[in-house]
C-alpha cells in the first residue's frame, strides 16, 4: 500500500475527482478528511468511504469555516501528510458581458480558496508532506469565455511554484495536477443544469473528438495522478504541473477532429 499511516485532506472530497481520490487514498492505506458545502453528498461520501473517512462541511471562501475545520482536524488527525487541495467551480465569464462578483467568486473559490486551505494546513503538516493543487488544462487553451476560470488555474501554478520554495527547507513537496475534460459533476452544474440533451450530446461529442485519445477522462484516472504526487512513488517531483488529459494540450492535432 502506497499510503499506509498517512492522513490527508481532500477538498472537495464529496464529488468528482474529489471523492475518487478519497476512494484510492483509502485503499492504499490512508486516512482521509474531506470537505465539502454539501452536508447530504458530505454525508453519503462517508457513508460509502466507511471508517478511515471524516467529512467536515466548510466553504473555501469563508475564513470562519477554514479555522473551524483545521481546528477540528487538529483534534481528530493531530499531523497531515497530504493537503489535495481540489475544490473549484467552473462558470462562464466572457469579456464586456460579466458580472464583476461572478468573475470575483471564480477566483475567491478556486485560488483565495486553495491559498488558504494550504495556508491553514501547513502548520499541521508532518515535513516531507505533499500538497497537491488541481489545476486545468484551461491553463493552456484560451478557451472563449473562461478568461476567470482560466485565470484562477493558471495562478495555482505559478503559486505551487511560489509555495515549494516556501516549503523547500520541510521536504514539503508541492505539485499540481491538471486534468483535461473529465466525467465528473461539474459538467451539470450551473448554466449547464438546464443544457438540453441535444446540447449535452454536442458538448460531448466535442470534448471526445478535440482529444487525441478520443475520448473523456475519468475521475479515478485523476485519482491515480493525485495519487502518485501523493505518494512517495514521486519523492524526486516537486513545482510540477502534471498534465493529465488524453494529450489534448500537447499533441492537439492528433485528435479524431483534425484526422483526414
Ligand atoms: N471535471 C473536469 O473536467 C475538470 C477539468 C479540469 C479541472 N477540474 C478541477 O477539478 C476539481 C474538482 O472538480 P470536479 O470535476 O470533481 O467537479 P465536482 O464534482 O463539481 O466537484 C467540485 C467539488 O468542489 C467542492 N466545492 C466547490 N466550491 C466549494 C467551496 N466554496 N467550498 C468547499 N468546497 C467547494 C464541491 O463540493 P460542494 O458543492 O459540496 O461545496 C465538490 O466537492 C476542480 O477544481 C475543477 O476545477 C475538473
Redesign the pocket.
Given at each position: 500500500m502506497k499510503l499506509a499511516g498517512k492522513k490527508a485532506i481532500i477538498?472537495?472530497?464529496?464529488?468528482?475527482?474529489?471523492l475518487a481520490t478519497a476512494r484510492l487514498f483509502i485503499a492504499e492505506g490512508a486516512e482521509v478528511a474531506i470537505?465539502?458545502?454539501?452536508r447530504q453528498?458530505?454525508d453519503e461520501a462517508v457513508a460509502e468511504l466507511g471508517p478511515s473517512a471524516r467529512g467536515y462541511r466548510?466553504?473555501?471562501?469563508v475564513a470562519k469555516d477554514r479555522r473551524r475545520l483545521f481546528t477540528a482536524l487538529a483534534q481528530d488527525f493531530g499531523k497531515l501528510d497530504i493537503v489535495f487541495a481540489?475544490?473549484?467551480?467552473?462558470g462562464r465569464t466572457p469579456v464586456g458581458a460579466t458580472e464583476e462578483s461572478t468573475f470575483e467568486n471564480i477566483i475567491h473559490?478556486?485560488l483565495n480558496?486553495a491559498f488558504f486551505t494550504v495556508n491553514s494546513a501547513v502548520p499541521l503538516l508532518n515535513d516531507g508532506a505533499s500538497i497537491i493543487f488541481?489545476?486545468?488544462?484551461h491553463n493552456y487553451l484560451g478557451q472563449p469565455g473562461y478568461a476567470a476560470y482560466a485565470a484562477t488555474k493558471g495562478g495555482l501554478v505559478s503559486m505551487a511554484r511560489a509555495i515549494a520554495a516556501d516549503l523547500a527547507p520541510r521536504n514539503i513537496r508541492v505539485n499540481v495536477v491538471a486534468?483535461?475534460?473529465?466525467k465528473?459533476?461539474?459538467?451539470k452544474?450551473g448554466a449547464r443544469a438546464s443544457a438540453t440533451t441535444e446540447e449535452t450530446a454536442k458538448l460531448t461529442n466535442f470534448v471526445s473528438s478535440a482529444t487525441p485519445l478520443g475520448r473523456w477522462g475519468e475521475?479515478e484516472e485523476q485519482a491515480k495522478a493525485a495519487l502518485f504526487l501523493a505518494s512517495d512513488d514521486s519523492s524526486y517531483i516537486n513545482a510540477i504541473e502534471l498534465v493529465v488529459d488524453g494529450g489534448l494540450t500537447g499533441a492537439p492535432f492528433g485528435a479524431p477532429a483534425f484526422r483526414v
Open positions: 477538498t472537495g472530497g464529496n464529488s468528482g475527482i474529489g470537505t465539502g458545502r454539501d453528498t458530505l466548510a466553504d473555501v471562501t481540489n475544490a473549484g467551480i467552473s473559490t478556486n480558496g488541481n489545476g486545468s488544462v486534468p483535461g475534460a473529465t465528473t459533476p461539474i459538467w452544474r475521475a
